[in-house]
Nanobody, 116 residues
Framework: QVRLVESGGGLVQPGGSLRLSCAAS????????MNWYRQAPGKGRELVAT????????NYADSVKGRFTISRDNAKNTVYLQMNSLKPEDTAVYYC?????????WGQGTQVTVSS
């Protein structure tokens, strides 16, 4: 079955960096776009970044453009989210996502807290 496992979250000071990873299994990873979402306390889930199958195209939420970079390693079935210049408003649980056969699959999420 489809499995997505996020890692790399933590506590970081404003202006700092983190790199999130999502290890995927149970579907042909190379053939599917991958997404990162986040959900802050009391708010809905927000699409942060998307990457196409071979990484030729990426898209970002306006709030993270120029600070976050999504990438993928198809040999490792892994998608990454490099987050730089972090702000307190980036605090959220970050989720990896794939739509496979019209079904949304999610990982368990990884907490990112930006605070001094």
């Amino acid at each position: 079955q489809v499995r997505l496992v996020e890692s790399g979250g933590g506590l970081v000071q404003p202006g700092g960096s983190l790199r999130l990873s999502c290890a995927a299994s149970g579907f042909p990873f190379n053939n599917y776009a991958m997404n990162w979402y986040r959900q802050a306390p009391g708010k809905g889930r927000e699409l942060v970044a998307t990457i196409t199958t071979f990484g030729r195209s990426t898209n970002y939420a306006d709030s993270v453009k120029g600070r976050f970079t999504i990438s993928r390693d198809n040999a490792k079935n892994t998608v990454y989210l490099q987050m730089n210049s972090l702000k307190p408003e980036d605090t959220a649980v970050y989720y990896c996502n794939v739509v496979f056969y019209l079904t949304n699959y999610w990982g368990q999420g990884t907490q990112v807290t930006v605070s001094s």
